[in-house]
């Protein structure tokens, strides 16, 4: 059975300050896939990135960077220097190799940034 | 390269009455995705199409509703008789099929806001 957890409900951060947003998973296949995506007010859910799980490495994308680790079964997710533009729902995902590879979703966690 | 369009965005509608939202996908996309979402809730899978074919159904999609992908382009998610419960937001999304190694990269609209009063 497939599992993300996003602890954190709502984070308020003032501008400029780090985040982080937890995300840990479960899952029995050994390929999978995790995603992070945005929810801004207007309800669209924007791609943020995608990571296969034999994929460690950690990525930076501008203000962006995530960490995979496997050992703790964690995709972690730092906004630096936030921004009010990044105030939105932040979810993480993960899909299992095969069949559909749709998507199961945390519950995902508010960010509100306070200019 | 336009996104995943959805209609209506809103839609209202008295209990016991039929709705329809139609998406239209990322053009180049063979596999589509229908979502529903509560509030407070991450998306929930209720189906999708690889082409024309709808492949995977969830227990979620009662026999109320019903999809169509009729020649692999657009869909149509249909909820008869319409409850309460039904009240979210449904959202449309497009991808290509991947690779076991590759994976597949889904995209979604914004979504169509459902109210059953």
């Known amino acids: 059975a497939q599992k993300v957890t996003q602890a954190q409900t709502e984070i308020s951060v003032v501008e400029k300050e780090d985040v982080t947003l937890d995300c840990v998973y479960e899952?029995?296949?050994?390929?999978?896939?995790l995603f992070w995506y945005k929810q801004p007010p207007s309800g669209e859910l924007v791609f943020l990135i995608r990571?296969?799980?034999?994929?460690?490495q950690n990525e930076i994308s501008g203000r962006y960077s995530w960490n995979f680790q496997k050992s703790t079964s964690s995709f972690n997710f730092t906004i630096t220097a936030s921004q009010v533009v990044d105030s939105a729902v932040y979810f993480c995902?993960?899909?299992?190799?095969?069949?559909?590879?749709?998507?199961?979703f945390g519950t995902g966690t508010r960010l509100t940034v306070i200019p | 390269d336009t996104g995943v369009s959805q209609d209506p965005r809103h839609k209202i509608t008295k209990r016991g009455q039929n709705v329809t939202f139609r998406c239209d996908p990322i053009s180049e996309h063979n596999r589509l995705y229908w979502y529903r979402q509560t509030l407070g809730q991450g998306p929930e899978f209720l189906t999708y199409f690889q082409n024309e074919a709808q492949l995977e159904k969830s227990r979620l999609l009662s026999d109320r509703f019903s999809a169509e992908r009729p020649k692999g382009s657009f869909s149509t998610l249909e909820i008869q008789r319409t409850e309460q419960g039904d009240s979210a937001m449904y959202l449309c999304?497009?991808?290509?099929?991947?690779?076991?190694?590759?994976?597949?990269?889904?995209?979604f609209g914004e979504g169509s806001w459902l109210t059953v009063v």
């Open positions: 999304a497009s991808s290509l099929a991947g690779t076991a190694y590759t994976g597949n990269t889904i995209y």
């Open positions: 990571r296969n799980s034999f994929d460690e």
């Open positions: 899952t029995r296949d050994t390929t999978y896939y």
């Open positions: 995902a993960l899909s299992e190799a095969g069949g559909a590879n749709n998507l199961f």
